[in-house]
């Protein structure tokens, strides 16, 4: 069960707040529709009820708020929009990935994917998805953990007839098996065909709160849609019929060739538009809202005919429009009940002087005003075997009780702020070695990269061999003196940076709450997983440059150095150093050019400045640091691993490996700086 306390969003600068105190339930067992206008604060509500926009209020999912449940994607499934996911990972890959941040087993993929019927599309990349499928996706996405309740951001939005009711018929069975089901709509006939309950929205407040079948009463009337080139002669003709058989006929010209036509039928249209002889291209029958005066309002004629009422609240072609409270029933029309059936009391008898281009007063059927909602207060009352809970006790702002000063009312006492929304960072993936390993595998860039790098380094070891006058080491790594890094290090940093900026282009997590949040569990796995693709680049770059050499120019080339562990611990600290300076820049500017950027600014910026330093005047050196080592440790290691930590050492004492560990140093620190405030606030 959903509870929805007060939700008010932040007001905009000179502009009321697009959701003002918003209170409703969406009830276990049930589908509830979220209906409004494009503009009217669905989308914002959802975001305030998922925290994930700041505001005031309070939301409970089965009397828990978000923040308090340990796993929210087990609580709560989310769509909203389209589908987040890098758009060459294929469908059955995306799920994969989520499986290992929502901590379930990896069979649930192909399970949901059989359940929304794309186990024949699961090799399909996102990117070429359609839009129905995409929808599927993200409804199987939602599902992934099993979650009780599904909230969906208008999940219909340009989808087919077939495929809406496949996507309503699966809402309503998850609904069946003791779900609960929140879903917005713009259409009123959607929302009384698909929800249990419809909440209705107008400028960020509610209006109505209804069960189905009251709305469907209430809010729907059957029309007929004629589209003609005559539009205001047919309407003249069946005003004037309707006055002369005395029937109660409403006609709404919308556009320029378009009637609505309440309280008639396709037939007694057509027949009238035959006997006068008028083209008629459209005629069908239709379900629309109240029509004009729904809202309460007078809108302005543009064209006033006769029989015709203000279009300012009709529906459009597909029978959407704005909702609004209803009126209360006026001096002159008399309390009629605007049932799906029934004709809707008019005075189509309008006065006979209008002429075109004339404003006169609407002529708006009379509606028994509906029930509205105050608060967390209003809503249809619960069974006697489920009480309705109290909303819980709100603490006073941190200001005191708000006061109106003004004349009239001195010092009136306006009720306490709700408390405020504050946006919280998703949780760490369950499994998150688990999940970088698939999100770095998934997509096909890693791979094109890593053979991008090593056909450049062959090509330029070959160059650079038939040019001589290049060192062996530089010569196997394809290091040319006139650039700072080979392209062994700055593939690995493109990697590493891939690491960040793929995930906030393309938040694999928002299914859960949003983008993968800053975690040092979530860092540690990328540095290792970043830690072992330097490695094998490193490596391979290596061996295809000797071999290439050895190929072309014999064995002189491609012979072991003396100082091979040295040469090896540089090269290898280089290619990972740098995929570290990706990561944890992408981690730090939310950006992939700016983990590149870092990388390329390490040997540009930071090894002139240490070299610089290291050149200057000193009174102690680090000379016999080796053997001061092994006396230090008193027993000498297994396997001679003094060496390797000398080797170690020496690598650090150059310019390049020091400005590689100053570097990494002031980017992690950075980062957990970062993290940690955001925790704070």
């Not at 697009?18 to 206008?37: C, E, I, K, M, P």
């Not at 209020?57 to 308090?68: M, Q």
């Not at 006033?304 to 029933?329: F, H, I, N, Q």
Request: proline share 9%; net charge positive.
């Amino acid at each position: 069960m959903i509870q929805a306390f007060g939700l008010t969003s932040n007001p905009r600068k000179d502009l009321p707040p697009a959701v003002d105190d918003v209170s409703f339930d969406a009830r276990a067992g049930h589908v509830t529709a979220l209906l409004g206008a494009t503009g009217a604060g669905k989308t914002t509500v959802l975001r305030l009820m998922l925290e994930l926009q700041q505001g005031r209020g309070l939301t409970h999912f089965r009397g828990r708020p978000l923040h308090r449940i340990a796993h929210p994607s087990r609580e709560v499934g989310v769509l909203l929009g389209d589908v987040p996911g890098h758009p060459g990972r294929t469908v059955r890959g995306h799920l994969r990935m989520l499986c290992a941040a929502a901590g379930v087993p990896v069979r649930r993929a192909d399970e949901v994917l059989e359940a929304v019927g794309l186990v024949s599309l699961r090799e399909e990349r996102l990117g070429t998805l359609s839009r129905g499928m995409d929808r599927r996706l993200g409804l199987a996405c939602a599902l992934l953990a099993d979650p009780h309740t599904l909230v969906l951001d208008d999940p219909a939005e340009g989808l087919s007839a077939g495929e809406s009711r496949w996507l309503h018929g699966m809402l309503r069975a998850h609904a069946v098996h003791g779900g609960t089901v929140l879903v917005s709509t713009a259409d009123p006939k959607e929302a009384a065909r698909i929800a249990d309950r419809v909440v209705t929205l107008d400028g960020g407040r509610i209006v109505a709160d209804q069960a189905a079948a009251d709305f469907a009463r209430t809010r729907l009337r059957p029309r007929v849609v004629v589209r003609t080139p005559h539009a205001a002669r047919l309407a003249a003709v069946l005003a004037k019929e309707a006055r002369t058989g005395q029937r109660s006929v409403e006609v709404v010209r919308e556009g320029g060739n378009r009637l609505y036509v309440y309280g008639s039928t396709c037939a007694d249209v057509g027949d009238a538009a035959f006997r006068n002889g008028i083209l008629v291209h459209q005629l069908a029958d239709e379900v629309g809202d109240m029509g004009p005066g729904a809202d309460g309002s007078t809108p302005p004629v543009p064209d006033a005919v006769e029989g015709r009422l203000p279009a300012g609240s009709a529906d459009g072609p597909e029978g959407t429009g704005r909702l609004g409270p209803s009126p209360a029933p006026t001096e002159a029309g008399a309390d009629v009940e605007a049932d799906a059936g029934s004709e809707i009391q008019t005075r189509a008898g309008a006065s006979q002087d209008s002429v075109p281009g004339s404003a006169r007063p609407s002529a708006a059927p009379s509606v028994p005003p509906e029930p509205t909602r105050s608060g967390a207060e209003s809503g249809q009352a619960d069974p006697p075997s489920s009480p309705r809970p109290t909303p819980p006790a709100i603490p006073p702002h941190p200001t005191g009780p708000r006061t109106s000063p003004s004349p009239s009312h001195p010092t009136e006492p306006l009720p306490d702020l709700p408390p405020p929304i504050s946006v919280r960072p998703a949780p760490s993936p369950l499994r998150p070695l688990r999940y970088e390993l698939r999100r770095a595998t998934g997509v096909g860039i890693g791979f094109l990269t890593g053979a991008v790098v090593l056909v450049v380094s062959a090509l330029a070891a070959v160059v650079l061999a038939r040019f001589g006058h290049t060192p062996q080491a530089r010569l196997l790594a394809a290091w040319p003196r006139e650039l700072p890094l080979p392209p062994a290090a700055l593939g690995a940093g493109l990697l590493g940076a891939l690491a960040f900026g793929d995930e906030f282009r393309h938040p694999a997590l928002a299914a859960d709450r949003g983008t993968v949040p800053r975690r040092l569990g979530l860092l540690t796995a990328k540095l290792l997983v970043s830690a072992a693709t330097g490695l094998v680049l490193a490596v391979l770059t290596v061996g295809c440059d000797a071999e290439v050499l050895y190929l072309l120019y014999g064995r002189e080339l491609v012979k072991v150095p003396v100082d091979w562990l040295s040469l090896a611990v540089s090269w290898i600290g280089l290619v990972i150093g740098c995929a570290w300076a990706g990561v944890l820049a992408a981690g730090v500017f939310r950006s992939t050019a700016g983990g590149l950027a870092a990388v390329v600014a390490v040997p540009v910026i930071v090894v002139p400045l240490v070299q610089k330093f290291l050149e200057g005047p000193s009174v102690r050196s680090a000379a016999g640091f080796p053997l001061r080592l092994r006396e230090v440790l008193l027993s000498q290691w297994p396997f001679g691993g003094e060496r390797y930590v000398s080797a170690v050492a020496r690598v650090v004492g150059q310019p390049v490996g020091s400005a590689l560990t100053l570097s990494l140093a002031t980017l992690l620190c950075a980062y957990v700086l970062t993290t940690l405030r955001r925790r704070v606030r």
